[in-house]
């Protein structure tokens, strides 16, 4: 039992649950530009599928720059597509953009989930669509790649989300940093 009170055992027993979460069930696709993970949540709202991302250790993706946005766009492609028959007519899924307001079209209220600065966006006529949250379509829409807000969408159960985990260095390199400021507190 002493071991339960040492909060470095603590740390690595959540960190192993947490990626032993991530990997059940999930059919994780790795993008060769950022070497991060990706994989679609169930169906369900834009919160259920953050919070379905954040278990899995990671969170609805950000996206930083157009060749991610390319290589998402067909990952949602690849998902819905089976034997060359879309499996979904919007072909589309929830990325880690909102804005605090519904309504907004200033630069400064669009956030990512993740934290990160919000620096690229996938064109600009989509801001004046009335949502809270954003989407991405997939290679099979007629609006390929674009980035959308809709409340009719946004308050659907009928999308997924894709999950952005980072590559397992840095996931190594965060449990570590983690340990060694645990350890310098002791």
């Not at 009928?158 to 965060?174: C, D, F, K, R, Y």
């Amino acid at each position: 039992m002493k071991n339960l009170e040492n909060p470095c055992v603590l740390l690595v027993g959540m960190v192993v649950i947490l990626c032993g979460i991530s990997s059940v069930g999930y059919a994780w696709v790795t993008n060769p530009n950022n070497g991060h993970q990706y994989a679609l949540t169930n169906y369900g709202t834009w919160e259920q599928a953050e919070a379905e991302a954040v278990v899995a250790a990671g969170h609805l993706a950000t996206i930083n720059d157009e060749a991610e946005n390319t290589w998402l766009a067909t990952f949602i492609k690849d998902s819905y597509t089976q034997n060359g028959q879309s499996l979904l007519n919007w072909n589309l899924a929830w990325i880690g953009l909102y804005r605090d307001n519904a309504l907004s079209t200033d630069w400064h209220d669009f956030k990512w989930v993740s934290g990160e600065p919000v620096t690229y966006f996938a064109g600009t006529p989509w801001i004046n669509e009335p949502g809270k949250y954003a989407y991405l379509h997939g290679l099979n829409h007629y609006a390929a790649g674009t980035w959308f807000w809709d409340t009719t969408i946004e308050n659907s159960y009928q999308s997924q989300g894709i999950i952005e985990v980072p590559e397992p260095a840095t996931l190594s390199l965060l449990v570590i940093s983690g340990l060694a400021l645990l350890r310098r507190r002791k």
